[in-house]
């Protein structure tokens, strides 16, 4: 029975290195695979972000021209004041920064496909981490 340990172990350790480039090669596709992401948006007052609930990175939004029409007009719609930041739901991809000028002030990009859902914030929903000043960007 102690053999089988023994064996059982560097045979499970083999497993372990031989599958990490591809659980690596995986989590790199999820990332990049289009998703749904919820949070909160601002689409004016000169601002234009998107920050996931619970985080403080904030992304620039980008996409398709129609679909951030909708979205925008949607926001107009929703937000009670400039720089008012309203719930959303969007599916889209994230990416790395871009650019030199207003979406390089940001954490990355995320390029939206479509808009599943947007409306005003209720109460504290997606708030900042403790002690996370709100974004100014």
């Known amino acids: 029975m102690t053999g089988c340990k023994l064996v059982s172990f560097p045979v499970l350790a083999l497993a ?4 990490t480039p591809n659980a690596v090669r995986a989590q790199k596709a999820q990332k990049d695979a289009v998703s749904v992401h919820k949070g909160v948006c601002v689409l004016s007052g000169g601002q234009n972000y ?13 996409g398709e021209q129609e679909v951030l029409l909708i979205l925008r007009q949607q926001y107009n719609k929703t937000a009670k004041a400039p720089a ?21 002030k940001h ?3 995320i390029r939206v496909d479509s808009v ?17 000043p709100k974004p100014s960007r």
């Open 84 to 104: 008012d930041e309203v719930y959303v739901e969007l599916r889209g991809r994230i990416g790395p920064k871009f650019g030199d000028g207003a979406a390089a």
């Open 50 to 62: 998107f920050r996931p609930c619970g985080y403080a990175q904030t992304y620039w939004v980008a």
């Open 116 to 132: 599943l859902a947007i409306r005003e914030r209720k109460g504290n929903e997606c708030a900042l981490p403790p002690g996370r």
């Open 16 to 19: 372990l290195f031989l599958s």
């Open 107 to 109: 954490d990355g990009v």
